[in-house]
């Protein structure tokens, strides 16, 4: 089984400062990581994913984020936090099994302040 | 119309009513997923179908329908719903797992209401 924990359920911070959101899963496999946004009333979309290769992936609006097997983290940063970039953001985990649906963890709402 | 749709945004219904929710994809993919978001809550997977055929149902009840008669449409019908079922219904779609590129396009949901 797979699961994925994501430390804060609010993360707040002032505009121009560094933004990090924690993510840690557990996979008996080697994993797919991947990190979602969600703004107000819309869906989720793919902000950036970690498949095989390079462990320091970057996505778009200027996030990235780094896969760590040894610590089983895959935290998202952005190094300049944005007023737009106020939303929830979700880690989430594929076993790569097959067929099947994502995990995702319980999600951060990153609030920023003026 | 591009990515993922949803029909209806919105949609309140009593207990005894019946009603669906479409989806619909426009990126060629053959594997289409229901998500229930509640409050509070992590994402739930209701329903996995790939190549049209159903492989994953997580124990969710018999009053939640899934129906996928193609690779482009995802239905969920509804029926004797229970209020605790008020949640935000998403639809996501992904190329079949299997050929690679394991990301999913999320369409923007349905809220849906029970009274």
């Known amino acids: 089984a797979q699961s994925v924990t994501q430390l804060g359920s609010h993360v707040s911070v002032s505009e121009g400062a560094l933004v990090l959101l924690r993510c840690n899963y557990s996979?008996?496999?080697?994993?797919?990581l991947f990190w979602y946004v969600q703004y107000p009333n819309q869906g989720l979309q793919l902000l950036l994913k970690?498949?095989?290769?390079?462990?320091l992936v970057k996505g778009i609006n200027g996030f990235e984020a780094e896969f760590k097997k040894s610590e089983t983290s895959f935290h998202l940063t952005k190094p300049s936090a944005h007023m737009s970039d106020a939303a929830e953001y979700f880690c989430?985990?594929?076993?790569?099994?097959?067929?099947?649906?994502?995990?995702f963890g319980k999600g951060t709402h990153l609030i920023i302040q003026p | 119309e591009t990515g993922v749709t949803q029909t209806p945004r919105h949609l309140v219904m009593g207990m005894t009513n019946k009603k669906s929710l479409k989806c619909e994809q426009h990126?060629?993919?053959?594997?289409m997923y229901w998500y229930k978001q509640s409050a509070k809550k992590p994402l739930e997977l209701m329903f996995v179908?790939?190549?049209?055929?159903?492989?994953e149902n997580n124990s969710v009840p018999s009053r939640f329908s899934p129906e996928c008669p193609n690779s482009s449409h995802l239905f969920l019908h509804l029926h004797t719903l229970q209020p605790e079922d008020s949640a935000l219904y998403l639809c996501?779609?992904?190329?079949?797992?299997?050929?690679?590129?394991?990301?999913?396009?999320f369409g923007p949901g349905t809220r849906l209401t029970v009274t």
């Open positions: 996501a779609s992904s190329q079949d797992p299997g050929t690679g590129g394991r990301e999913q396009y």
């Open positions: 996979s008996s496999v080697p994993p797919y």
């Open positions: 989430a985990v594929h076993s790569g099994g097959g067929a099947d649906g994502l995990t």
């Open positions: 179908y790939s190549l049209e055929e159903r492989v």
């Open positions: 970690y498949t095989t290769g390079a462990t």
């Open positions: 990126l060629g993919h053959n594997a």
